[in-house]
């Protein structure tokens, strides 16, 4: 058997979450449920079976300050920093070619590093029958998530045939990757069953990874056997940032995953969910008063129910509301009906328009 | 004719405007309208018809630095302070001393500091006739409201003939005084007609009130003879302090307006309001953009309607909400449905219980 290595994807950024999110510091880094950010949850997740010098980050090069400040139990060496972000498969290629240094035959788990995931034991499991199956099949597995309802704000994965390795984990055969459909699609996949969300969380062996990228993405492969040729020389630095500009983005799916036939996936029954919006951190968040209000920091709330308040460095008093998001940070206070959380992205953008970019 | 001089009431507390007031800071001393605080705005409203060393002042010996950093235009000598609160009738007893002794037969307008009143040209008019009769009358001459609906905060006055002095406006003799009313009866006030708001605005000659002290309040009129004794002295400050501690707290109303036989009412037409609640600092704004919303400060509003934000030293966004008030004030955020703006003193009952006086 093969040794597994974990590779958490922390590159991205992103506005849902403002005003907590930030330029500089993007949902992973926020604590959202508890002490620890989704990050170190993640990290933590896998920790629990995985060593830790065999976990990597992948990260954006202007996060390093933050990610460092976060990860202290992980090795430097294990964090990978893009000089500018290239969508997903560049960015796992890039630290596929530090793994392949060390252990070109290891098993690989590439994770987000920004998910809430509960349950973390059927987690591991899913994951040790996508690393038994990506070693015996020497294929790409993913995990996918039994869909709860029609979904149009996730990718699916189709399956075929029920494959007859590491039960009681179902695992199946995949027939196509499907973008995020309309209402109408995901309730015909739900009635025909045998779709799946696509989690982004996926298993391959280092070697399996870098021939696909050999095969479907050849241009990138090049690139990176370029920048292979400076790692652990003092050129690293400079050769990366020349090689990678130039680089195509492009995410694993649609480079990969959607042309290669040896795909798997992994039946996910685990709570799972990829946090797009203040609704969902509602939503998840398990420490709800008996008014189902959830609430972070010295919070009055007088005839208040349904409603998220976060607020440590305030005094919030929410008086004869239902269903309102309130979230302070700094010099910025948000207070959103809770079914326009997906509308942050406008406020976004009139601050922006604004010029008020301290406030971003 | 007398000479007018204007007395404004200012030691009231309070916190139907928290978190803005807060107890240093009482809501007489808030700008909930552009630039001037209310009280501001009372002083400038009598300084354009009454010269400013005529305008006195009566507060709390606690708001004094509040007090004196707002009314820079006033001779210091005329802001006159309570050591302790006795409500409205000592208040007014304690600076008529004063101006008694300047011109026992001037003509005092008294007027509470936290009101909003719009239209001041009318309300010039009221006064001078309001002086006028209490010049020609001898008597005490109340400012009355028409009321514009069943109100159940106010005190109402009942007025009996009409009597034919100060033209075109309108003035009474007054009948009775009565009590805030449930709505039953307000709704009687208004279909019965004769009924009238009490303003709290009075205008008397001195010599008129402080005789109407000695017939209605004979101890309070001692105790404001023993303190008189040491004005201009250097025993004045202990010695009120020592008097005045023991005088019984009445207002004007219960202790002389109800009790007086000669009383009159002049017909308000402007614009008024006492400002109870945010709901009404809303309602008076008249600063609102297209989709009646009234903001203060850096304010991004998505979808929102017949809202208020106050927030002068943060950004605030609001989505998706409609009759909300927002007001950011410090390391304090209020946010209340419009509807429900009286609840503000729950909120400030659970912020007592819970020992936070650093945010009262």
Request: glycine share 6%; charged share 20%.
């Given at each position: 058997?093969?040794?597994?290595?974990?590779?958490?994807?922390?590159?991205?950024?992103?506005?849902?979450?403002?005003?907590?999110?930030?330029?500089?510091?993007?949902?992973?880094?926020?604590?959202?449920?508890?002490?620890?950010?989704?990050?170190?949850?993640?990290?933590?997740?896998?920790?629990?079976?995985?060593?830790?010098?065999?976990?990597?980050?992948?990260?954006?090069?202007?996060?390093?300050?933050?990610?460092?400040?976060?990860?202290?139990?992980?090795?430097?060496?294990?964090?990978?920093?893009?000089?500018?972000?290239?969508?997903?498969?560049?960015?796992?290629?890039?630290?596929?070619?530090?793994?392949?240094?060390?252990?070109?035959?290891?098993?690989?788990?590439?994770?987000?590093?920004?998910?809430?995931?509960?349950?973390?034991?059927?987690?591991?499991?899913?994951?040790?029958?996508?690393?038994?199956?990506?070693?015996?099949?020497?294929?790409?597995?993913?995990?996918g998530?039994t869909p709860?309802?029609p979904?149009?704000?996730?990718?699916y994965v189709q399956t075929?045939?029920?494959?007859?390795?590491?039960?009681?984990?179902?695992?199946?055969?995949?027939s196509r990757?499907v973008?995020?459909p309309?209402?109408?699609v995901a309730?015909g996949y739900l009635k025909q069953g045998g779709f799946f969300w696509n989690?982004?969380?996926?298993?391959?062996?280092?070697?399996?990874?870098?021939?696909?990228?050999?095969?479907?993405?050849?241009?990138?492969?090049?690139?990176?056997?370029?920048?292979?040729?400076?790692?652990?020389?003092?050129?690293?630095?400079?050769?990366?940032?020349?090689?990678?500009?130039?680089?195509?983005?492009?995410?694993?799916?649609?480079?990969?995953?959607?042309?290669?036939?040896?795909?798997?996936?992994?039946?996910?029954?685990?709570?799972?969910?990829?946090?797009?919006?203040?609704?969902?951190?509602?939503?998840?968040?398990?420490?709800?008063?008996?008014?189902?209000?959830?609430?972070?920091?010295?919070?009055?709330?007088?005839?208040?129910?349904?409603?998220?308040?976060?607020?440590?460095?305030?005094?919030?008093?929410?008086?004869?509301?239902?269903?309102?998001?309130?979230?302070?940070?700094?010099?910025?206070?948000?207070?959103?009906?809770?079914?326009?959380?997906?509308?942050?992205?406008?406020?976004?953008?009139?601050?922006?328009?604004?010029?008020?970019?301290?406030?971003?």
């Amino acid at each position: 058997m093969s040794n597994n290595y974990c590779l958490i994807m922390a590159g991205g950024s992103g506005t849902r979450f403002w005003p907590r999110s930030r330029v500089a510091k993007p949902k992973q880094y926020l604590s959202l449920f508890g002490d620890q950010s989704l990050i170190q949850e993640s990290v933590q997740r896998f920790a629990n079976f995985i060593p830790e010098e065999s976990i990597y980050v992948v990260s954006a090069k202007s996060q390093q300050a933050v990610l460092e400040s976060q990860t202290g139990n992980l090795q430097k060496k294990n964090l990978i920093y893009e000089p500018v972000g290239k969508n997903t498969l560049p960015a796992i290629g890039l630290a596929a070619l530090f793994i392949a240094e060390k252990d070109p035959d290891g098993i690989l788990i590439v994770s987000p590093s920004d998910h809430l995931i509960q349950n973390d034991e059927l987690f591991r499991q899913c994951i040790d029958s996508a690393a038994l199956i990506a070693d015996q099949k020497e294929g790409i597995v993913t995990i996918g998530i039994t869909p709860k309802h029609p979904a149009t704000g996730y990718g699916y994965v189709q399956t075929a045939e029920e494959i007859q390795i590491g039960q009681p984990i179902k695992s199946f055969s995949v027939s196509r990757f499907v973008e995020k459909p309309n209402v109408e699609v995901a309730n015909g996949y739900l009635k025909q069953g045998g779709f799946f969300w696509n989690s982004g969380i996926f298993v391959f062996k280092v070697s399996v990874f870098l021939n696909a990228v050999q095969q479907y993405a050849p241009e990138l492969f090049a690139d990176l056997m370029r920048i292979k040729e400076h790692i652990g020389k003092d050129s690293y630095e400079t050769a990366l940032d020349r090689i990678y500009r130039e680089v195509n983005s492009i995410s694993i799916d649609y480079g990969i995953l959607e042309k290669a036939s040896n795909v798997f996936l992994v039946q996910g029954d685990f709570v799972w969910n990829d946090l797009g919006s203040w609704e969902e951190v509602y939503k998840y968040d398990r420490n709800k008063d008996e008014n189902q209000n959830a609430t972070v920091g010295e919070v009055v709330l007088i005839d208040t129910q349904n409603s998220y308040v976060y607020a440590p460095n305030s005094l919030v008093a929410v008086v004869g509301m239902d269903d309102v998001i309130v979230v302070q940070e700094g010099d910025t206070i948000l207070v959103c009906k809770r079914d326009r959380a997906e509308d942050i992205k406008a406020v976004v953008g009139e601050i922006t328009k604004r010029k008020l970019d301290q406030y971003l």
